[in-house]
């Protein structure tokens, strides 16, 4: 069982920078790909990016490619989004995810492809 906990949340101005992280135990991080996904109010949960077990592959939603950038350190089960240049429309409850590898690569940028979930994090983007 995998049990996953996100921080870094919080208010930021639009255009700021924000880092999450994603810390996961119960497992050994480096048999699982990850990914990130947000869910805003009155809005379905959606894919924000993706990456395989050992960080070589990753994946992003065309609304946050070229400003967010996903990352991994399995030495210290974590994954990261480095969130740049964000707007607005970034507002939502940020969710990590996991999977076992070879799951993941069936599908890395569905939700319905992840067993497992953390509690969330608010990011807020103020205008």
């Known amino acids: 069982q995998v049990q996953l906990v996100e921080s870094g949340g919080g208010l930021v101005q639009a255009g700021g920078s924000l880092s999450l992280s994603c810390v996961s135990s119960?497992?050994?991080?480096?048999?699982?790909?990850m990914g990130w996904f947000r869910q805003a109010p009155g809005k379905e949960r959606e894919f924000v990016a993706s990456?395989?077990?050992?960080?070589?592959?990753?994946y992003y939603s065309d609304s946050v490619k070229g400003r967010f950038t996903i990352s991994r350190d399995n030495t210290k089960n974590t994954m990261y989004l480095l969130m740049s240049n964000v707007k607005p429309q970034d507002t939502a409850v940020y969710y990590c995810?996991?999977?076992?590898?070879?799951?993941?690569?069936?599908?890395?940028?569905?939700?319905?492809?992840?067993?497992?979930w953390g509690q969330g994090t608010q990011v807020t983007v103020s205008s």
């Open positions: 995810a996991a999977v076992y590898s070879d799951t993941w690569w069936r599908g890395p940028t569905g939700k319905s492809g992840y067993d497992y």
């Open positions: 119960g497992a050994d991080s480096s048999d699982y790909g």
């Open positions: 990456i395989n077990n050992n960080g070589a592959t990753t």
